[in-house]
């Protein structure tokens, strides 16, 4: 799903896509955490005597744990994200309790890196990372855009900051 186009400094969505993937990961990750205390708390039951007033509550946190991460947390991350793409600058923001809006001056980018894990491979899905002049917070990466949309992006940021465009190894084009 490609995101809806957007007038000028008007906020853009990530690709929606996004939120699945992010349900995966975050059922792995916190799925390999509750697997690991419902182990660890059985073992201690069993071995050690330890009683199950204090194991329960831990499994039920975790539990909690996961279907935060699998239900809930996916969702309003999406709905917290966005980016928009203005005249002489790039804005990013995200965040459900520690809100984040960056802004970079598109004079301070350096280059443009585009980046496809497996998972966002599989959804058809990538990361933009534009990387600027300095050494703190010298980085931003954009995640869960449509491949496409990200290329396109990528291209648009690159005319707009005035950078020389540089041809991947397989680019087949004739000079």
């Not at 995101?3 to 916190?30: F, H, Q």
């Not at 598109?106 to 599989?122: A, F, K, T, Y």
């Not at 990361?127 to 869960?144: F, R």
């Amino acid at each position: 799903m490609a995101t809806v186009a957007a007038g000028p400094d008007e906020y853009r969505k990530l690709d929606e896509r996004v939120v699945a993937m992010w349900t995966i990961t975050g059922m792995i990750g916190s799925g390999v955490v509750l697997l690991g205390g419902l182990a660890g708390g059985t073992a201690l039951w069993l071995f050690a005597r330890v009683s199950p007033l204090i194991i329960i509550p831990a499994w039920l946190i975790l539990a909690s744990n996961f279907l935060l991460e699998t239900r809930w947390l996916p969702r309003k991350r999406y709905e917290a994200t966005a980016y928009r793409i203005g005249v002489g600058f790039f804005e990013f923001r995200s965040g459900l309790l520690w809100k984040t809006s960056v802004m970079i001056p598109m004079s301070r980018v350096q280059h443009i890196d585009l980046l496809r894990s497996p998972w966002e491979q599989h959804y058809g899905l990538a990361t933009l990372d534009l990387h600027t002049a300095g050494t703190t917070k010298a980085s931003q990466k954009v995640p869960g855009l449509e491949a496409g949309t990200a290329v396109r992006i990528r291209e648009e940021l690159i005319a707009a900051a005035d950078l020389e465009p540089v041809d991947s190894p397989d680019d087949t084009r004739k000079e």
